[in-house]
Nanobody, 125 residues
Framework: QVQLVESGGGLVQAGDSLTLSCAAT????????MGWFRQAPGREREFAAGIAWNGGATNYADSVKGRFTISRDNAKRTVWLQMNSLKPEDTAVYYCAASRRSWYPEGEADQYDYWGQGTQITVSS
């Protein structure tokens, strides 16, 4: 059982940058693809970014491509989401997720097996 803990959320202004962290506090990590999803009020959870187990491949939603960067350090059991040029529409609860079934970070939530509790990001205009 993998336990994921996100941190780094908060209130920022449009155009600001923010970095989220997700630490795997127990269980396997190095062999899992990792993803970041987000859910805005009244909307379904959506994929934002993902990274393969070895960092060799990344995947981004079109809405964040060029602004967000995902990275990981398996020795530290941590994955990060660097977010630049934030927009009000980026406001959401952001969730970290781990997939044991796919080496590639798929964009579908049902491909992920473990989830963090989420961290809120609010971007004011």
């Amino acid at each position: 059982q993998v336990q994921l803990v996100e941190s780094g959320g908060g209130l920022v202004q449009a155009g600001d940058s923010l970095t989220l962290s997700c630490a795997a506090t127990r269980g396997a990590f190095n062999n899992y693809a990792m993803g970041w999803f987000r859910q805005a009020p009244g909307r379904e959870r959506e994929f934002a970014a993902g990274i393969a187990w070895n960092g060799g491949a990344t995947n981004y939603a079109d809405s964040v491509k060029g602004r967000f960067t995902i990275s990981r350090d398996n020795a530290k059991r941590t994955v990060w989401l660097q977010m630049n040029s934030l927009k009000p529409e980026d406001t959401a609860v952001y969730y970290c997720a781990a997939s044991r079934r796919s080496w590639y970070p798929e964009g579908e939530a049902d491909q992920y097996d473990y989830w963090g509790q989420g961290t809120q990001i609010t971007v004011s205009s």
